[in-house]
């Protein structure tokens, strides 16, 4: 079955760095597009960032735009996000997820991790 | 403040039917792109729920469906149980500047 196990969460400092990792299995991690979605402490879901299969596509949400960088390694069946710069309004509990093209063209996100904690605080 | 609009909190008794809104504009589902909702236990990641405005998952109960028109989409839910109380939120594409994927705030489900 589909696994996302996601870690590199922790405190780190205002303006400080992370990297988060995310290991795929159960599926052909290379055919599949991937996504990072955030959630703040006792907030909504908020999407980060896009990478295609071939990591030939990237996207950035506008609050992350010039500050994370995610990347992957299909040999290694792992997606990753580095998160430079960091503010407290970071501060989240971070999914990776797999994304699912609908029929329609639409994207949508059929597989997420257990998610890991971000705190980004003095 | 989240692109796609959600009730903060919907509620009914076991048995009863309830339907949580996702409201939008013409640069997202009035733009024609679906919507797709997922529901998060508490404590839990979230998980998909419903894709492509009306179709469910494998495991998801033919309790709940979806339907969407306009600028709006809906989640209804039938024969409410105990089991149903989560969060639950709306997802989409947004055209705009600034878009790309966008969520609803989301719904907390109560079962009273």
């Known amino acids: 079955q589909v696994q996302l196990v996601e870690s590199g969460g922790g405190l780190v400092k205002p303006g400080g760095s992370l990297r988060l990792s995310c290991a795929a299995s159960g599926f052909t991690f290379s055919d599949y597009y991937m996504s990072w979605i955030r959630q703040a402490p006792g907030k909504g879901l908020e999407w980060v960032s896009y990478?295609?299969?071939?990591?030939?596509?990237?996207y950035y949400g506008d609050s992350v735009k010039g500050r994370f960088t995610i990347s992957r390694d299909n040999a290694k069946n792992s997606l990753y996000l580095q998160m430079n710069s960091l503010r407290a309004e970071d501060t989240a509990v971070y999914y990776c997820?797999?994304?699912?093209?609908?029929?329609?063209?639409?994207?949508?996100?059929?597989?997420w991790g257990q998610g890991t904690l971000v705190t980004v605080s003095s | 403040q989240s692109v796609l609009t959600q009730p903060p909190s919907v509620s009914g008794a076991p048995g009863q039917r309830v339907t949580i809104s996702c409201t939008g504009s013409s640069s997202n589902i009035g733009a024609g792109y679906d919507v797709h909702w997922y529901q998060q236990l508490p404590g839990t990641a979230p998980k998909l729920f419903m894709y492509?405005?009306?179709n469910r998952p494998s495991g998801v109960p033919d309790r709940f469906s979806g339907s969407k028109s306009g600028t709006s989409a809906s989640l209804a839910i039938t024969g409410l149980q105990a089991e149903d109380e989560a969060d639950y939120y709306c997802?989409?594409?947004?055209?705009?500047?600034?878009?790309?994927?966008?969520f609803g705030g989301g719904t907390k489900l109560t079962v009273l």
């Open positions: 990478i295609s299969s071939g990591a030939n596509t990237i």
């Open positions: 997802q989409s594409y947004d055209s705009s500047l600034s878009g790309f994927w966008v």
């Open positions: 997820a797999r994304v699912a093209r609908g029929g329609s063209g639409s994207y949508y996100f059929d597989s």
């Open positions: 492509g405005n009306s």
